[in-house]
DNA sequence: TGACAAATGTCATCGACTGACATTACATTA
DNA sequence: TAATGTAATGTCAGTCGATGACATTTGTCA
């Protein structure tokens, strides 16, 4: 295996040439078959967490639900965490190519604005994800103090990218400038926010997060300065 | 034992009445010994994270140079995680009982700068701290990704509190105003920033933490608006 | 001193993970 | 088609963190 915790792994079965007799795929069974695995097992994982909660769902019961050993179960996921963590990735990475392909004029805070915008259409039309079950894994996430922690680990480590295309973006030292770890720092808090009242809330759409990340972005300067008495 | 997890749990040993013949205590030798142990196991646990690091260190290792049973260990500690976020705890505390005792008429912002401030005093004359021991904790965690994401979770569960006296310092509902978490989790940025600052500068006084803190705080609005070109 | 309770020790067990090595399944090439 | 190399999986043993149950020690106080 070439890798483990990659989410998107196999690639669609190529159509073989000469006499093709069978039409689902090429020679390369290993790849389906891997694809295969790992399907299963996150779709075992994610329907045991929900049934008993995530932490009183053992490894050895995913396995036996999909029937391979335990140890292959470490062999695609680097943890039971890294399993669940795996549908946040693509977002992330989603909203960091985003960011980089914002046009320079933007400001900072527009071009992120933007860029989630569009890295929550890429969770739409994106590789494996339908939208309500990214939506049970965040609540999942929410609701597990330890995939909590995982997950807001996950935000920091990703952190610098984000601050370098800031800085680049700029074209200022992210080494001497704060301002690009600063924001970094802060859209990180709004997309948690913002991830937090989409779980909590009724409207399933995207579209919904959106908002709540715009509403937290819009009120950035009013919650900073002055007292509060004013406005909702 | 009470509970776990509580840092300052031994309290002074009183003088006892009658012939006071043994001067270092009363008659409950048993939270001497309680505080003993603890101070013992944080003690024996923090040099051997500093020497072989934080996960190559195993807990028997500990109880071991303490000559206690392994099972002890977690009588005191919820983990050995906790172990060492028990450094943190204290001034959490401390910053949120800070930010509730600062004047009403102070702003949001200013009444956090304020209360950072103070929490930092605490860091001098607490309970079980001096400066240097805290700094090398901070920088352990930093450190380990493992301590990484258990500080971050532990900041996230402790910043409802701080919601919540934002809120009631300003008259609003957290339930609907956006503005005391949309703070609140600014700030867990922000102190967070100001702690990593800190531990990889050279000034170790925490007057450095401050002026870090300060430095973000000040920069926040530059940082949201407009473009970057301009001061460093 | 005796009795009660707190602190500790002991033992068994679970669950996450890892390394080493054997086995199976696929792919390729002669 | 058979041989062969390699990727995927299985098996096994073991470590480490953590927890429950129960026995034992050790202060405390009447």
Do not use: C
């Amino acid at each position: 295996m070439s890798q483990i915790t990659s989410p998107a792994a196999a690639s669609a079965p190529s159509a073989s040439p000469g006499q093709a007799r069978e039409v689902p795929g090429g020679p390369d069974r290993r790849q389906r078959k891997k694809r295969r695995t790992r399907d299963d097992l996150v779709q075992a994982a994610l329907a045991l967490f929900e049934a008993k909660g995530y932490d009183r769902t053992a490894v050895h019961e995913i396995t036996e639900a999909v029937d391979v050993s335990e140890r292959t179960f470490f062999r695609y996921f680097a943890s039971k965490e890294d399993l669940v963590l795996s549908f946040v990735r693509d977002g992330m990475t989603a909203f960091a190519e985003a960011l980089a392909a914002r046009p320079p004029q933007e400001e900072p805070l527009t071009a992120t604005r933007g860029a989630f915008q569009i890295s929550l259409r890429h969770l739409v039309g994106g590789t494996a994800g339908d939208v309500p079950s990214y939506l049970s894994v965040i609540r999942l996430i929410d609701s597990t103090p330890t995939l909590l922690a995982a997950h807001l680990r996950y935000i920091h480590e990703r952190e610098d990218e984000v601050v370098r295309v800031l800085a680049q973006r700029e074209g200022v030292d992210p080494a001497i400038d704060r301002r690009p770890r600063l924001l970094a720092a802060m859209i990180g808090a709004l997309v948690f926010l913002a991830n937090r009242d989409w779980q909590a809330g009724d409207n399933q759409e995207p579209e919904a997060m959106a908002a709540a990340f715009d509403g937290y972005a819009d009120e950035i300067a009013s919650a900073l300065s002055g007292h509060w008495t004013a406005a909702r």
